[in-house]
T-cell receptor, first 110, second 118 residues
């Protein structure tokens, strides 16, 4: 099956800094999503981005499907950005079955 | 409701007992998914329902696990003869996958049920 690897596993930032999180996947996918899990455990969908670039406020994401990676950019980080960021991928024919990476744990210090 | 809801939020049970976990998806969402999150295994897919199609059960870890979705809406995940390794947070998600004209599969997650097997 698809392997999803995320880096870095842990990231500590000072408030206001920018960061880039990376997701590599082992096979062709037609479904790629980024999630944020807040400290209370709630998973929030950030982007559905099997290809191309999207932006939402201080967050943006780019997926280069042909090279099997996706990047999540966080600009001007805030303490509320803390939590775990997950990348999840799925392949055509596997329906809605998403394979999750192990996540990047982000801590933003004031 | 506005989002996916799950009940109970916490469940403590004794080894060998059966448990039922409930998920109410977002109204109008045709697809429903169950995942579980544990410290050692991360987030793993369990089962997927879409419309009236047969569910994709490929992620269920053993035959002690089963799920049903009644009337295309509410779903119940049942774990029989619970074991300590079943302790985890069980997450439900729903999406519009399969709805005519919808090309995305953005999945919306509920708050989860934390299951502890003593």
């Amino acid at each position: 099956g698809i392997q999803v690897e995320q880096s870095p596993p842990d990231l500590i930032l000072q408030e206001g800094a920018n960061s880039t999180l990376r997701c590599n996947f082992s096979d062709s996918v037609n479904n790629l999503q980024w999630f944020h899990q807040n400290p209370w455990g709630q998973l929030i969908n950030l982007f559905y981005i099997p290809s191309g670039t999207k932006q939402n406020g201080r967050l943006s994401a780019t997926t280069v499907a042909t090279e099997r990676y996706s990047l999540l950019y966080i600009s001007s980080s805030q303490t509320t950005d803390s939590g775990v960021y997950f990348c999840a991928a799925g392949r055509r024919g596997s329906q809605g079955n998403l394979i999750f990476g192990k996540g990047t744990k982000l801590s933003v210090k004031p | 409701g506005a989002g996916v809801s799950q009940s109970p939020s916490n469940k403590v049970t004794e080894k060998g007992k059966d448990v039922e976990l409930r998920c109410d998806p977002i109204s109008g969402h045709t697809a429903l998914y169950w995942y579980r999150q544990s410290l050692g295994q991360g987030l793993e897919f369990l089962i997927y329902f879409q419309g009236n199609s047969a569910p994709d059960k490929s992620g269920l870890p053993s035959d002690r696990f089963s799920a049903e979705r009644t009337g295309g809406s509410v779903s119940t995940l049942t774990i029989q003869r619970t074991q300590q390794e079943d302790s985890a947070v069980y997450l439900c998600a729903s999406s519009l996958l399969g709805v005519s004209g919808v090309s995305t599969d953005t999945q919306y997650f509920g708050p989860g049920t934390r299951l502890t097997v003593l």
